[in-house]
């Protein structure tokens, strides 16, 4: 064993990973290396002689995960490694409920439906109940099912809440309560559980089963959990019941990082710690590795202003680094020119890399602007979050062959590959076969594999297509248990008749399609090689087990990694940049219009604020546009409320030469706040019409034919004066211009709107 680890330490971290007894609870602030902490506290836990499957770490992401495993492996070996229980909360429960999910009804091959296919059902019930699905939203629908069974709300529970029901009915949605019941029967029938039933079935499984929960808290000795601030109530449930008899449960986590309440995530579960576990003990991980001293001291200055947190003063002793950059732009889509335009330059002046660089926003529809601006000056770029290979059409075509091969069970699947590749047997068909399913109560490959015994609803061309279809599928799942997935996955594929299909396809959309069929067999002969070697199930079932609770962050490729990062600022948790612009600091966009009624969203807010620059080494930039485009009409923008909380000894406007942006005031008034600035495009009060008595009418300002101006051109602006063209950027009609005015300093200006006057 290895044990100079401990030398990599500060002396926070170092009491952090040996006391290794009892509660304690890690607050580490951003880039204070958490990670690190947990990975060397399992080792000391290893070194003192735990058995490995005595201990239980969770995560949120399966490569989190597999870091922490890499990192134990090379310190303890692989071969001891290999026994943890580490993975994602959904992965390890998803385990338990394997083997122990025959209590409570299912079989070891369930199904996890993800979120595309929770949606599928739920649209299929609202059309089967010939219920408007402009008022019963699919999407609304399943989110709401989510919510509540993630609050350990069953079916049957939510129609007896009366509460519930009067809350449905006044969202115009008095049925919900039926689709939650078909929903949970059609998942159970298929023997198939969504993400949210993971978690529900565990705590079921805990609570009504004694002899389980005292088993897994024997097992499990030590438990650790990353992230704690992001769990929601089912997960800290059943933290709590597993950790009840041995007390050795280590959070690590930071209050002020909670950021998805609306995904369920409570923050006083780490708020409230010491209540649950009143002998616990306190580590603050204060030391940040990451950020410049700047960035995190105007980080502290952010979150300084809330109430509800674990307070921390966090610190870097890397370089004092560059000013947080404050972008000024008339538009939104001068911002997406901006900000393309310092990433270029930044690019190529300081030899950087574009994969240094991320855009981040409050919302997706944010990132077109910035799509089109980085197209035009030919930078690669990432939307991150965006569709996942996982979620392309072709790859669900497949993986629901995969699925129903092994669970022939599964509706859903059942749906997706009857008639695919087409073989004759349409839609009424289809939609005849799960009524019928519905009548009776069994699941649809029930009546397939019986299509005989209804003729009367099926003729007999019907009936010998379905009968064709359900020897293929009972061919291909011929030794589906014994086969490794590579093997059976290239057979599947061939015997569908998918591969064919594919193939034959000329045009680009369908090489591509077939490509991405390549991708994910070579995915798989990977999974399988990896798992034979560390003596792990290799089979398609272990595979789909996997593949099912893959996250966003699993799923990057090696191609996408030397390109430009755009997402939003709740997908940018747990990642870093060396330059991070975060963009849209506006009043309307961020904080977010719907948290303005509530101290408590409001504070969320700031901490997404405060997450979104700590994710900056070097560098943070943050910019807003003074007018924005809302349902095609140019609309005035207040800054955002969070500019005006940042110290100002941290922050620096470059276009206006390091100064406050100022207003239209004399230079003897007292510099404006963010709140006082004016918007460059509104008319000046000073250019009203005087009346009679206050003297002679002011003739209004007009400005010369944005056409006519070039680099070089002496101009005059109303507010501005006289100054120069230094550069002219775009295409019109969005033209800007960089004028270097006598007394104002340099300014960029859209030209249809400037006004400007040629001399």
Not at 285 to 299: D, G, P
Not at 653 to 660: A, D, F, L, R, V
Not at 676 to 697: C, D, I, M, N, Q
Request: glycine share 6%; with cysteine.
């Amino acid at each position: 064993m290895v044990h100079n680890y401990l030398d990599d330490l500060n002396e926070a971290q170092r009491q952090a990973v040996i006391n290794t007894e009892g509660p304690a609870l890690v607050i580490a602030g951003a880039g204070a290396g958490k990670t690190r902490v947990l990975t060397y506290r399992i080792a000391m836990l290893l070194q003192n002689g735990v058995k490995a499957g005595r201990i239980l770490a969770l995560t949120f992401t399966n490569k989190a995960a597999g870091e922490m495993k890499e990192r134990i492996a090379g310190i303890a070996g692989p071969e001891i490694a290999r026994f943890l229980w580490m993975g994602t909360f959904h992965s390890i429960f998803a385990k338990i409920l394997r083997m122990e999910g025959d209590r409570l009804g299912y079989k070891s091959n369930f199904t996890i439906y993800d979120a595309v296919d929770s949606k599928s059902l739920v649209r299929s019930i609202i059309r089967e109940l010939n219920l408007d699905d402009n008022v019963y939203k699919p999407g609304v629908v399943s989110a709401r099912i989510s919510m509540v069974k993630n609050n350990l709300v069953t079916a049957s529970m939510y129609a007896a809440d009366q509460a519930l029901q009067e809350y449905d009915r006044a969202c115009r949605m008095p049925l919900l309560a039926d689709i939650f019941k078909i929903y949970a029967s059609r998942c159970f029938r298929s023997n198939a559980m969504d993400f949210d039933d993971l978690l529900m079935n565990t705590n079921i499984l805990l609570r009504d089963f004694p002899d389980v929960l005292a088993e897994y808290q024997e097992r499990f000795g030590y438990i650790l959990v990353d992230e704690y601030q992001d769990t929601n109530y089912a997960q800290y449930l059943i933290v709590k019941k597993l950790a009840a008899r041995h007390q050795n449960l280590c959070v690590v986590g930071d209050d002020a990082q909670s950021i998805y309440s609306f995904r369920g995530a409570r923050i006083e579960n780490i708020l409230e710690f010491k209540n649950d576990y009143p002998g616990y003990r306190l580590f603050k991980l204060e030391q940040n590795y990451r950020s410049t001293q700047t960035i995190v001291n105007a980080a502290n200055g952010i979150i300084a202003n809330n109430e509800g947190q674990i307070h921390k003063t966090v610190f870097s002793k890397n370089e004092q680094g560059e000013k947080i950059m404050i972008l000024q732009s008339l538009t939104d889509t001068e911002e997406g020119f901006l900000v393309a335009s310092d990433i270029f330059d930044r690019r190529y002046t300081s030899q950087l890399k574009w994969s240094d660089f991320a855009i981040l926003y409050r919302t997706n529809a944010q990132s077109r602007i910035f799509e089109e601006t980085l197209r035009k000056k030919n930078i690669p770029y990432k939307i991150y979050g965006g569709l996942s290979f996982y979620e392309r059409k072709e790859i669900k075509d497949i993986l629901a062959y995969f699925r129903l091969v092994m669970n022939r069970n599964d509706d859903e699947a059942l749906r997706r590959s009857v008639n695919y590749p087409k073989r004759g047997i349409g839609d009424t068909t289809v939609d005849r076969i799960f009524e019928l399913a519905s009548e009776m109560n069994v699941s649809a490959w029930n009546i397939i594999i019986e299509a005989g015994q209804h003729a009367q609803h099926f003729n007999s061309g019907t009936v010998k297509k379905l009968t064709v279809f359900a020897d293929m599928i009972n061919g291909l799942s011929r030794d589906a248990e014994k086969t490794d997935a590579y093997t059976k996955a290239r057979e599947i594929a061939s015997g569908s008749g998918i591969m064919k299909e594919l193939r034959e396809g000329k045009l680009a959309e369908e090489i591509s399609r077939y490509e991405n069929m390549e991708e994910l067999l070579n995915a798989i002969k990977i999974f399988t090689e990896a798992a034979e070697t560390n003596g792990e199930p290799s089979t398609l079932g272990a595979y789909l087990a996997n593949v099912a609770l893959l996250t966003d962050q699993d799923n990057e490729k090696e191609e996408d990694r030397e390109k430009v990062t755009l997402m939003t600022m709740h997908s940018a948790k747990g990642l870093e940049f060396s330059h991070v612009y975060v963009v849209g600091m506006e009043d309307t966009l961020f904080p977010s219009p719907m948290s303005a009624g509530s101290s408590k969203e409001l504070e969320e807010e700031r901490r997404l604020f405060y997450v979104a620059v700590t994710r900056a080494k070097k560098q943070a930039t943050l910019s807003y546009a003074l007018n924005r485009y809302k349902w095609g009409n140019l609309e005035r923008s207040n800054p955002s409320r969070f500019l005006r909380e940042l110290d100002s000894q941290y922050v620096d406007y470059p276009q206006t030469g390091g100064k406050p942006f100022q207003s239209r005031r004399s230079s003897e008034e007292k510099p404006p706040t963010f709140r006082e600035e004016k918007v460059f495009l509104r008319p000046s009060p000073k250019l009203k019409k005087l009346t009679k008595a206050e003297g002679t009418a002011v003739t209004p300002f007009n400005g010369s034919d944005p056409s006519e101006f070039g680099e070089g051109d002496q101009v005059i602006h109303e507010r501005f004066g006289n100054g120069i063209i230094e550069s002219i950027e775009g295409v019109p009609p969005n033209q800007t211009a960089s004028v270097d005015f006598e007394k104002e300093g340099r300014k960029k200006l859209l030209l249809r709107f400037a006004k400007l006057r040629k001399i």
